[in-house]
């Protein structure tokens, strides 16, 4: 059986538009919620996107 790792799948949702990214995050080196500057499509310019549960 495999152990469970530090790396976990997180998403990153718009705080401008109802736009959703999905990556993966290290708990161990990262445990806070992370800010990330990505391209909003739907809106056409970047934006900062936090991540959600």
Do not use: Q
Not at 21 to 44: A, G, H, M, S, V
């Amino acid at each position: 059986m495999a152990k469970k790792g530090a790396r976990e799948k997180i998403r990153l949702k718009s705080t401008e538009s109802s736009e959703v990214y999905w990556t993966f995050k290290n708990k161990r080196n990262t445990p806070d919620r992370i800010e990330l500057k990505k391209y909003d499509k739907k809106l056409r310019k970047h934006v900062t996107f936090k991540e959600a549960k």
